[in-house]
Structure formats: C-alpha cells, structure tokens
C-alpha cells in the first residue's frame, strides 16, 4: 500500500466515509449525570465516562493500578526533572491529522497555558513546566522537581489537536473535540443530557462493532432500571444493589465493576474538632463499632465489600499483610473508657448522598452502631457543593467528621489520596506531621520497586494513625440487556470500541 493511498483511506475512515467495521451496531445507553461541560478536555471528566471514548492519553492506569502505554508505548526519566515518551507510530486525529510529537507538545502546550492554568486540568499539571518535540516521534517533558508521578499524571491528561481547540476556541471544541479515540461526538442534547457517538475507522482504537453510541442522560436510577426492562436501552448504568435481583428475575444481567474508591467519615484531629478525635484510641474504638459485613450485606446486597483499609487491592500501595479492624463493640467500649471516655461523647458528622448507591442508609447505620458504644453522632446532610467549600477552605464550623472517600482511581497509587489526608493538604483536616517525610520521600522516589514499598509503608502508617472510620469499597452496577454479548469496562469509564453485541 502507497503512502498516498493508506493516507486516503484514513482520511476517509476520520470522515466517515470508509468501510465500518463487519456486523455494524448501535448501542443505546442511560447514563446518570448530564454531560455539563460536554467533552471539554480542561474540565478533565464530561460525566458518564465519555471521554476516554474520544481522547487518550499518553499513558493509562491498568486495572492492576500499574501504569500502561496508550498513545505513548515507552518512557524513562533522563534526568531529575526531565522524561522522554516515546510515541505509539500511525496514529492519527480523528480529522486525519498526524499525531506526532509536535501535535502531542503543542496539545501540552493549551493544558499548561492561560487556558489550562485557569481550568480544573491544572491540577493534574501542577509541576508540569513544558513540553517540546525531542523528534518526530519523541517528546520530552519537563517538571519544576523530581516527580515520579509523572506518568501517572498523564493518564488524566488528554491529548487533542491544538490547532482545532484554537481555531474552535474552548467552548465550540468542546462540543465537537477533535482526538484520537474510536469515538468522536457528533450530536449533543441541550445542556449536556446526551450525545451521540460515532465509531471512527482510523483510530488506532477503532471499535470492533459498536458503530454508533447513543447516550441518554436518566438522573432517576428507578427510571433508568425501568428503561432497561422495557427494552428501551441496552446499559442502564449506576443502578442500586437492589436492582441486581431485579434484573436477575426478568433474564437480565448487572455488571459490578469494584473501583479503586474507599467509602469513609474522616475524622477531624485539628481545629476546633471534639477533643476525643485527637486521641487514636478513640479514633480505632469508632472503627471497631461499626459492623461492615452487616452493612454490605444487608444494605448493599454484598456488592460493595467492607473496606479493610484505606487503599484498594487494584492500587499501588495495598498491603495484604494489613489485618482489618474489625468489629468488637466491647473492646470499643474498653478504648474509650482508657482514653477517659467511659461515658462516650458527642460528636456532628457532614454527609452528603450520592456518593455511593444506598450511602444515606449506611450513614443512618453508622450512627446506630456508634451510639450502641455510648457515641452519640448527629448524621447531618449538606448539599455536595457545601461540602466541597468546606474541605477546600477548612471552615468545618463545628463539625467533626465528614463524609469522603479514599480515591485512588486519578494516579493509580494512594499518593493523592495520602497527601489529601495529611498536613500536606492547603487546609488539613488530618495531620500527623510524623507522616510528611514518608509522603514526599515516595513523590520524589524514582526507583520503582522502592516507591512500591514507600507506598505500603504510607498505608501502615494511615492504618495505625487512624484517620477515618472506613465503611465499604465502591463498586458501579451496571444493567445490561440480552443483547450484550461482551461488556468491556476501566474504573472511569465503558469500552464501547470492544464491546459486542448481537440482536436476539
């Protein structure tokens, strides 16, 4: 094949115009959050998963919580502040451009300026310096300081044409992004509550069957379930543990996908906090009250196991040698009699639902099993955004604990979540500084092996300190139809390019 005609063909493939893939299909989905910022690449997540669909990464996060090549197949650190990537060959945008180093440079290049800088992505380029054409298939990366995070970081940083966010500008790219994915967007519904997905043939991802996405935003989880027993859509996603023996009756099937998330309350140990959360003897005893098991099994249907500690067996910094804390009211009891709280206390906890299916009954629980050790906790509600204030600027007004989750699905690795959970944090809610050393020791260490070991030390030591009542390990429930013949799945998003179905 001639450059001229394999170039053809791509071009053609991009636009739609090139043969689709055998047996093509649509498939239609119910999603539960409106796609707000649409595909917008600085907003990092358009909600419901979409935009691994459309734009890679140089790099992704394996289920194993490793990191593995996506549009980059190779990587080393050349010196303490400077990495090479070196590029997966034949990759194309989906306009049929090349994607060589310069494109993926100057995609860098939007993320870090005045654009990125003032957009949520800066958070995942917080270090970055720059970004530069080494070759036509190499780029390297610059850092401020060692960081042996990098190539985690890049896994959330999405990788698009420049010369189309420029000549679009932010806001029409978003609606019609240009990247490297085997999907790109070609119809939206007003205020983001759909999207219509088509298959693009010359993405090195290009999708197997599943031509055309049909994307239907449902926030009612009983109306989505509803839709998928009617046979009006073929994934119905974020369903309740309920729904599992629902779909199970009518023929149908739930996909549960365990996610590198720890549902918790994090306790408060600074600040005008209750003085019992100070003493660690008391911060155990809360954890030894509270009955997991029970809660995943009664409340959750089993499909959202007990949390054991605050990292996840798919991420970088699990220690299957940690012994859960277990629960034994009676020795509860005796921790807080030691600590001199023989009588328990009172303490006002934050919770906001929403974070996990059935989360407003496993805090209704929580409160029942703490007040049986003399523990008298007032659940209160808050709307998510009040919450979100309140981490941010460490106004807590009282409250003592709060609802959180220990998430490790961004890097891989418990890093993030360790440095949230620390004096680290802008406005720390946790703080033990003996643990800051340990922290920054892992961020910088660049030997691989050695920051694997770093980091299950960072978890023995939140596991002795401490920092949050951990209640269960989040999984998504997924409805599928009997149309589904193969359901691909990572934490943050549906594979549609490797799904399959067939009509029966």
């Known amino acids: 094949m001639t450059p001229i005609f394999r170039r053809t063909l791509l071009l ?17 989905m119910t999603a539960s959050t409106p796609l707000v910022s649409y595909a917008d690449p600085l907003n990092l997540d358009a909600g419901t998963g979409i935009i691994p669909s459309i734009m890679d990464g140089l790099t992704r996060i394996g289920s194993d919580g490793e990191v593995v090549p996506a549009l980059a197949i190779a990587w080393q650190a050349t010196s303490d502040t400077a990495w090479s990537f070196d590029l997966r ?39 970055i310096v720059a970004a530069r054409a080494l070759d036509a298939d190499t780029v390297e990366i610059t850092t401020s300081a060692k960081d042996a995070r990098l190539p985690r970081k890049l896994s959330r940083l999405r990788i698009f044409s420049a010369d189309a966010f420029r000549r679009l500008g932010r806001t029409a790219f978003a609606k019609a992004p240009v990247g490297t994915g085997p999907y790109r967007a070609s119809a939206w519904a007003p205020g983001g509550v759909g999207v219509t997905l088509i298959g693009v043939p010359s993405s090195w991802r290009a999708p197997e069957q599943i031509d055309r996405v049909d994307v239907t935003v449902v926030p009612d989880r009983a109306v989505r ?49 209750t003085p019992a959360l100070k003493d660690v003897r008391v911060r155990l005893a809360l954890n030894l009250a509270i009955d997991r098991t029970r809660i995943s099994k009664e409340l959750l249907g089993g499909a959202l196991p007990p949390a054991t500690q605050v990292a996840t067996p798919d991420a970088a910094g699990w220690d299957p040698t940690l012994e859960p804390y277990g629960h034994d009211p009676d020795r509860a009891k005796t921790l807080l009699a030691d600590a001199g709280f023989p009588n328990g206390f009172q303490m006002t906890i934050a919770v906001f639902g929403g974070q996990i299916p059935g989360d407003t009954l496993v805090f209704q629980r929580v409160a029942q099993e703490l007040a049986a050790i003399g523990v008298m906790a007032e659940i209160r509600q808050l709307p998510f955004p009040d919450i979100a204030r309140r981490v941010q600027s460490g106004d807590w007004n009282g409250f003592d604990a709060f609802s959180a989750t220990w998430s490790h699905y961004l890097s891989g690795d418990i890093s993030r979540a360790a440095e949230r959970h620390s004096c680290l944090f802008s406005n720390p809610w946790f703080c033990v500084p003996e643990m800051v050393p340990l922290i920054e020791r892992s961020n910088a260490e660049m030997d691989t092996a050695t920051r ?16 949050s009542l951990l209640l269960v390990r989040y999984a998504s429930i997924d409805g599928l139809s009997r149309r589904i013949e193969r359901f691909d799945t990572v934490v943050d998003a549906i594979l549609f390019g490797t799904m399959r179905v067939q009509d029966r």
């Open 452 to 467: 694997a070991e770093l980091l299950r030390q960072i978890n023995r030591a939140f596991h002795d300190a401490v920092p």
């Open 89 to 127: 060959p034949d990759v194309v945008f989906s306009d049929g451009t090349p994607l060589d180093a310069a494109a993926v440079a100057a995609s860098l290049g939007v993320l870090l300026g005045p654009d990125g800088q003032g957009a949520p992505v800066a958070t995942e380029t917080d270090g």
């Open 12 to 28: 053609l493939g991009a636009l739609g115009l090139g043969f689709g893939p055998a047996e093509a299909a649509t498939l239609r």
């Open 225 to 273: 379930l509803q839709s998928l027993l009617a046979g009006e859509t073929d994934v119905a996603s974020n369903l309740d543990p309920d729904s599992i023996a629902i779909l199970e009756n009518n023929s149908l099937r739930a996909h549960v996908q365990p996610g590198p998330i720890v549902l918790a309350i994090s306790f408060r140990n600074v600040g005008d906090a």
